[in-house]
């Protein structure tokens, strides 16, 4: 609690705290002024109020980091490492545990994990990020799988309520009369990346994840809702 009574007293929380954006430029400018020490005293807390205060990712992505950004979790009670972007060398990753955004590192950017503002954060040995090989189909990425072809503004929607919320979901065809529900939001993310709203995808059974090829190396996989 001490270190948390800190950090707001040092960025001036309760002036900044109905504007988000100077409330994160004032945790960058304290990061930049503390010693290592304190950083490592201070790395939980930072990180949470950093998460927190971030800006939120385009829109309309402007390059393949602010698409794969999408997908991460910036508040993962349970993972850390899927609160920010993974890069390994030659792919930038972004996942929340339920979606996948991959694209080649045509930036450049250097290995480690990276905050939705595309600033490094830690270096990539600090935590272990999900085996997510596996769920890129690698016939995808060769072009040897067959894929369906859909625009989004012609897809029908649905909804489900589970405990008294309610999800909203695409009808993804998958076989004639037969589609498969995908979440609304995950997959409005992923198409942002299409300019012609058309998606390109590949499905093996209902319950699946779809895998979706936008081209230039750049994959979405999303698992699919149960609407009953």
């Known amino acids: ?117 595309g600033e490094k954060v830690y270096e990539r040995d600090i935590f272990t990020f999900p085996a997510y090989e596996s769920i890129i189909p690698s016939d995808m990425e060769e072009g040897g799988r067959r894929l369906l072809e859909v625009n989004i503004k012609s897809l029908e929607k649905g909804e489900s309520l589970n405990q008294g919320k309610v999800t909203h979901y695409y009808k993804l065809p998958i076989e004639e009369d037969l589609f498969i529900a995908i979440s609304v939001k995950y997959l409005n993310d992923a198409a942002s990346i299409a300019k012609d709203g058309i998606l390109r995808y590949s499905v093996l059974s209902k319950t699946d994840p779809v895998a979706f090829d936008f081209g230039e190396g750049r994959i979405a996989v999303i698992m699919p809702m149960n609407v009953g």
């Open 1 to 117: 609690m001490e270190n948390l009574q800190f950090i707001l007293k040092k960025t001036n929380y309760v002036r900044y705290a109905g504007n988000k954006e100077k409330a994160f430029q004032s945790v960058r400018n304290l990061i930049k002024n503390l010693s290592e020490e304190q950083v490592r005293d201070l790395q939980d807390d930072l990180a949470r109020i950093y998460a927190y205060f971030i800006p939120p990712v385009p829109k309309v992505p402007k390059k393949v980091f602010d698409w794969a950004a999408k997908a991460v979790d910036p508040k993962s009670p349970k993972n850390e490492s899927i609160r920010y972007v993974y890069v390994n060398g030659r792919r930038i990753i972004g996942t929340d545990g339920f979606r996948i955004h991959v694209a080649p590192n045509k930036e450049g950017l250097e290995d480690g994990f990276y905050n939705r503002n």
